[in-house]
């Protein structure tokens, strides 16, 4: 590995780190990098904002967007203190940086407690089975965003 890439991961780590004994939320910590300088950072922020979605991954990628004025961060890379869960994978995909790095495994986090293994296993059972259970209704206008945006002339793809 290259040493700028090793800087990179401790950075990122050490986010995790700083957020742990500060008491501000799960020990997870990310950068987005760009051209050798960082672009945005995150750190778990779950307990601390009330917000499920606030992990470090999703703050990073948010960060870096405000900080580019873009939704995609297709010549950058994430930096992660960890493998990203099933919604930071998802984010990471929708903003389509060039490459994830990460340091711990999510084994390593299910050992102190972070176990997304249920989620991946919720994914492939059919709706009505799921622990939360998927449900589906569609009233007469339903299909009108989808079909609107299809023939938008100004929407901007993504």
């Known amino acids: 590995m290259e ?8 950075k990122a780590v050490t986010i995790a780190w700083e957020n742990v004994l500060r008491s501000h939320g799960g020990p997870f910590g990310a950068i987005v990098v760009r051209d ?3 672009v945005g950072t995150g750190s778990n922020e779950v307990t601390a904002t009330n917000d499920p979605t606030a992990h470090a991954e999703v703050q990073a990628i948010r960060d870096a967007c405000r900080n580019l004025n873009t939704f995609q961060l297709t010549d950058c890379e994430l ?3 960890c493998e990203p869960c099933p919604m930071c994978l998802g984010a990471i995909y929708w903003a389509r940086p060039k490459a994830v790095y990460f340091a711990s495994t999510k084994q390593d986090a299910a050992k102190v407690g972070f176990d997304d ?3 991946y296993e919720q994914i492939g059972i059919p709706f009505a089975e799921r622990t939360i259970p998927f449900l589906q209704i569609q009233p007469e206008n339903y ?3 989808f079909v609107t945006w299809a023939n938008s002339q100004s929407k901007v793809e993504y």
Do not use: D, K, N, R
């Open 117 to 119: 293994q249920f989620i």
């Open 79 to 81: 930096y992660t203190s």
């Open 143 to 145: 299909q009108i965003p």
């Open 36 to 38: 050798g300088q960082i």
């Open 3 to 10: 040493m700028e890439q090793q800087s990179w991961m401790e």
